[in-house]
């Protein structure tokens, strides 16, 4: 399966956006969905993930601010990211746990400005 995410771009801090990632594929099917991010100079962090049945999970780090969902009649997983801070800068990466396989989106940077 293909995964192309799209919808980073630069924020003021305060501010929201949301992240979608389109799949090539029915969702339907797919295992695990997730979210993760890699800040610059720093390794790649989770952000939430969703199961097949729709159950989400984030790192206490990141509840209360992002809000994972999809749509499986769209083939699109979302991220939805509020009261965004200048930490949260990164390049946001979707992916799909499939099976044994993994997959990758190519990447979306986000930007927060002070």
């Known amino acids: 399966v293909q995964l192309q995410a799209s919808g980073g771009g630069l924020v003021q801090a305060g501010g929201s956006l949301r992240l979608s990632c389109a799949a090539s594929l029915s969702i339907f099917d797919i295992n695990v969905m997730g979210w993760y991010r890699q800040p610059p100079g720093k390794q790649r962090e989770l952000v939430a993930l969703?199961?097949?049945?729709?159950?989400?999970n984030y790192p206490n780090s990141m509840k209360g601010r992002f809000t994972i969902s999809k749509d499986n009649a769209k083939r699109t997983l979302y991220l939805q990211m509020n009261s965004l801070r200048p930490e949260d800068t990164a390049v946001y990466y979707c992916?799909?746990?499939?099976?044994?396989?993994?997959?990758w989106g190519q990447g979306t940077l986000v930007t927060v400005s002070s």
């Open positions: 969703i199961t097949r049945g729709s159950a989400t």
């Open positions: 992916n799909a746990i499939w099976g044994e396989a993994t997959y």
